[in-house]
Nanobody, 113 residues
Framework: VQLQASGGGLVQPGGSLRLSCAAS????????MAWYRQAPGKQRELVAA???????NYADSVKGRFTISRDNTKNTMYLQMNSLKPEDTAVYYC????????WGQGTLVTVSS
């Protein structure tokens, strides 16, 4: 499985960004896709996850601001990020888990004025 993440960039506090993650290869119908992030000097943390059946989980720090979604016909996952804060600055990674876990290359999100 290969994952291609895109959509990162520089945004001012309060702004919005939309990340995408396209999966290709041997995609199984039952899977979980997720977004993680890693800020400088910190451990990688789960941001949000969505199963192929539509079950969703969010980190408390992003609830009400971020929305995860997926299009199973395109094997693509999205993360709509609104009301961004400087503490959201991190490299965002997408992950796919079925029989194993696969990682995308990461996309940098910088929230700064």
């Amino acid at each position: 499985v290969q994952l291609q993440a895109s959509g990162g960039g520089l945004v001012q506090p309060g702004g919005s960004l939309r990340l995408s993650c396209a999966a290709s290869g041997s995609i199984f119908s039952l899977n979980i896709m997720a977004w993680y992030r890693q800020a400088p000097g910190k451990q990688r943390e789960l941001v949000a996850a969505i199963s192929s059946g539509g079950s969703i989980n969010y980190a408390d720090s992003v609830k009400g601001r971020f929305t995860i979604s997926r299009d199973n016909t395109k094997n693509t996952m999205y993360l709509q990020m609104n009301s961004l804060k400087p503490e959201d600055t991190a490299v965002y990674y997408c992950a796919y888990t079925s029989r194993a876990t696969y990682w995308g290359q990461g996309t940098l999100v910088t929230v700064s004025s």
